[in-house]
């Protein structure tokens, strides 16, 4: 099921992270491990610290204090010039509203990640194109995200989060906004390619039909790991 | 009161057209793959009875290059009886009585640790979501199949909910109960 037998060492690290809004403190010690090709669930209660973990881990923002790990790179320690390339050439993001360009085709969207790294742009919609057949939204690239539907959208997103082939992809509650019947395809789309090209996928929810489709789960309960039984 | 039972299911099947014993089994155990399977004789003793309450009967004998089986056939009783209890509406949860739901209040009463009880409950019925989920989506997956898993996790999932609920009221609930 997943790639993860016998790696040992994470691709991707958090220890002891502490995160402040203001006065609240989002992250209180939050220690987390994602390892190669593995597709780990984070769920927990609304403000249990789930999206600030994830910006944390994808280096969206820098914790207070402890430390994130990607591949070696303590990336809380990174420039952000570094930083920003990271993001750009081995993360894909999808947060529960795809937040697709609304001017921009489902095609176009898809080929943004590779026109911004430079990719020539018949290439680029190509590449595009393969990636939205994946996801089973190739019919729908000539459309603009609001003439679409919200799991076709969502489809859509996630081809352009993984159009680069980045190592991980963060989503954050990407079926938050879909009916029973459109979460399960987005899922099922996202956790066979996911699986087939290797991608480690870090995915918040709080919804556990949405976490069963994960290898592993960790629950996070104010700011902090919740310990977890290993069943029977 | 009509419930769920082994033989509506066999007079369903059969409304198909006649059968044997041996092919309900197997058709039975397609069409409800995530169910208990049904035990042979379990299914010639219900055909045995829907014959003496006149809801099925013999059809004939098929030996098709094996033993010979008797086959069966619905009657109009039998199509009848069917299609009340097709259409009986199911009582929606008469009675609270879950096992989960007992042991959280037992252990409340005889202070046992509820709290860590729900978590090791919790992670089991996420193992069991996740393998139907993985059987669920699998390539070529049948829709009886997808049908059956996705009705055991609905019902899992209204048991995590009721337990993440509960593990969060625990403190006022022990209060409650020791009050009692």
Known sequence: MSNTEGSTVPLLAARDLVKAHGRTEALHGASVELREGEILAVTGASGSGKSTLLHCLAGIVRPDTGSVTYAGERLDRLPEKRLSELRRTEFGVVFQFGQLIPELTALDNAALPLLLAGVRRQEARERAGEWLERFGVRGQGELRPGEMSGGQAQRAALARALVTGPKVVFADEPTGALDSLASEQVMTALTHTARESGTAVLLITHDAQVAAYADREVRLADGTVAPLEVAA | ?180
Do not use: C
């Open chain 2, 1 to 180: 009161m009509i419930g769920m039972s082994t033989r509506h299911i066999l007079l369903g099947l059969l409304a198909t057209g006649p059968s044997h014993g041996y092919d309900l089994k197997r058709r039975h155990d397609e069409r409800f793959p995530q169910a208990r399977p049904l035990a042979y004789g379990q299914v010639y003793t219900t055909l045995q009875r829907l014959v003496r309450d006149g809801l099925a009967e013999v059809d004939g004998t098929d030996s098709d290059g094996g033993p010979e089986r008797t086959t069966y056939r619905s009657t109009e009783d039998g199509a009848r009886e069917l299609a009340e209890w097709a259409g009986q509406i199911a009582p929606p949860a008469p009675f609270v009585t879950n096992e989960i739901f007992a042991k959280v209040v037992v252990s409340i009463l005889s202070g046992g640790d509820a709290e860590a009880y729900l978590r090791a409950q919790r992670a089991a019925h996420m193992a069991r979501m996740r393998e139907l989920t993985a059987v669920k989506t699998a390539r070529g997956t049948d829709l009886a199949t997808v049908l059956s898993a996705d009705y055991a996790l609905n019902h899992l999932d209204a048991d995590l909910r009721w337990m993440t609920t509960t593990a969060a009221r625990l403190t006022t609930l022990t209060a409650e109960v020791d009050a009692g």
